[in-house]
């Protein structure tokens, strides 16, 4: 009653059962809350773990966007019946060592096949080198082994890339002729004299320019527009009907039979020289010119191992036969065939590999004088270790072997360079 019929008793009253009852209601929410956190939290987790799936799949759908919307002109511009290309991505890549490689996510199940150009949204990035079922390897622009014949724009002149260990930013055009007329700044582009790489496409810019150190050719700094930092969705692009590119001309009955008859003429020459006239030649009584090899190291670099395993130890066969030396030449001569293949493919451009006849004029110099000095030595040293049979003067076995390799190699150059 004191309450009720009183106005300020009244008022005084209910001002602190509002307080007292705000304080006992905040205690009990903050309580209520506390034991609340747990449900709320996950389901706040199930929230952000739902925006993070929207979001990857908003990141796909960017990257697709802009690797569809990246590719080259030059590839939108090819004829579908003249090229076929196939969509990749980078799954690993490497820039500092000598020999760089790149792998892709797609295989021969895929369509993929070696001596295959690789390009991205900027430039040119390498050659498939080999596949699997799923996945596939490629040579890289950052590659000694690369060599990618290119030329610069608005000029005929062609040479070709090479990269040098160093700066993955730059690679250098060599064998560029003297008379070339270019300038700095210059576009270079691929030159499409192979069966890899389409005329036209992109490779850099023309940053720096030096003479070659035979002072014959232009040696120019090529700043690449790929940056291989940053590959990631790639195309493959493939000649159409390239395989049977490579074997124009050899399917035919008539060419067959002249190429046999010449091969044929070449091996029962090459024998006749050398067990009628360099098997008595031996200078300062080490040196003895082996010719014949000559034979196996000219055949053409789309001939199988076994076939040319074939030819080296018929052709070493018929060595032993005149010169009554057992089984010592056909030995070194098939091991020397059973390389070859491994030798050429580390000395020859990986986009001319797939079609050309060991040679000055299809190598280049230092390339198949490098393929010459080493395919020689082996077959010296298995030769004559295999005569000598004694391990108790290697001096004289070791300078027996540089002495024969060197003279053998002078007259290979010297038939090369008539032949040329």
């Not at 260990?165 to 560029?176: E, V």
């Not at 035919?252 to 050398?274: D, K, P, S, T």
């Not at 040196?287 to 000559?294: E, H, N, Q, R, S």
């Not at 000598?388 to 390799?405: A, D, E, G, M, Y």
Request: proline fraction near 2%; include cysteine.
């Amino acid at each position: 009653m004191l309450f009720r019929f009183n106005h300020y008793q009244h008022s005084v009253y209910f001002s602190s059962a509002n307080v007292v009852a705000g304080k006992v209601y905040e205690v009990s929410g903050g309580i209520t809350s506390y034991f609340h956190l747990k449900s709320v939290n996950e389901d706040l987790l199930d929230r952000i773990m739902e925006l993070e799936q929207q979001n990857r799949n908003l990141e796909n759908a960017l990257v697709k966007h802009l690797s569809d919307s990246t590719e080259l002109n030059s590839i939108r511009n090819l004829s579908d019946t003249d090229y076929e290309i196939f969509k990749a991505r980078v799954i690993n890549n490497s820039l500092n060592l000598v020999d760089n490689y790149i792998t892709l996510n797609r295989g021969s199940k895929d369509g993929i096949r070696p001596e295959m150009g690789v390009v991205d949204g900027n430039g040119v990035v390498g050659i498939v080198y080999e596949t699997s079922s799923h996945y596939s390897r490629v040579i890289s622009v950052l590659n000694s082994k690369s060599s990618i014949s290119c030329k610069i724009v608005g000029s005929e002149y062609f040479g070709y890339l090479k990269w040098e260990y160093g700066d993955a930013r730059y690679a250098y055009l060599k064998d560029l002729p003297r008379h070339a007329e270019f300038n700095l700044g210059d576009t270079v582009v691929t030159s499409g004299y192979s069966t890899v790489f389409p005329e036209g496409i992109m490779i850099g810019t023309v940053d720096d320019m030096a003479d070659s150190n035979d002072g014959l050719s232009y040696l120019l700094k090529v700043k690449l527009a790929t940056d291989f930092g940053k590959v990631s969705e790639v195309r493959v692009i493939a000649r159409t009907g390239q395989r049977e590119q490579k074997r124009v001309g050899t399917k035919e009955f008539g060419a067959m039979i002249i190429n046999y008859i010449h091969r044929v003429g070449w091996f029962v020459g090459l024998i006749l020289l050398q067990v009628l006239i360099l098997n008595n030649v031996h200078i300062a009584g080490v040196a003895t010119p082996f010719l014949y090899v000559y034979f196996i190291l000219k055949f053409n670099s789309g001939t199988s191992r076994n076939e040319l395993m074939v030819w080296g130890f018929c052709m070493g066969l018929a060595i032993d036969i005149f010169s009554n030396t057992p089984g010592m030449n056909a030995a070194a001569t098939v091991l020397l065939a059973f390389l070859r293949p491994l030798f050429l493919r580390l000395f020859t451009p990986r986009d001319t590999l797939d079609s050309i006849v060991p040679s000055l004029k299809s190598m280049g110099i230092a390339s198949f004088l490098k393929y010459l000095v080493v395919s020689v030595f082996v077959h010296h040293f298995m030769l004559l270790t295999l005569e000598f049979f004694s391990f108790t003067s290697i001096p004289l076995l070791l300078l027996r072997v540089v002495s024969s390799t060197i003279l053998t190699i002078t007259c290979i150059m010297a038939v090369e360079g008539v032949r040329r």
